[in-house]
């Protein structure tokens, strides 16, 4: 394995960044599992993956630089994702 392949845990340790898959899983669990596995959901591909670009859009702290409401979007469309 040469250096170009080899992860470089103590530069991303040092720099107060996570190295293991733990952290990734807990929020994919966190921002997708909690809202698409709720009481009595049935999703399809589509629609599962539509919720979960708004939700990580959401979760992001991007989401007004990211989305124009228009003018006819109700005001609860925010707090359903």
């Known amino acids: 394995m ?14 107060g960044l996570f190295v293991g898959s733990g952290v990734v899983e807990a929020g994919c669990k966190a921002v997708i599992g909690q809202r698409l596995e709720q009481s009595g959901m049935h999703w399809t591909v589509n629609g599962a993956a539509s919720i979960i670009a708004l939700r990580t859009q959401h979760a992001s702290g991007r989401w007004d630089e990211l989305w124009t409401p228009s003018p006819n979007e109700p005001a609860p469309l925010r707090a359903a994702i």
């Open 2 to 15: 040469n250096n170009a392949t080899r992860m470089r845990y103590h530069w991303f340790r040092s720099r």
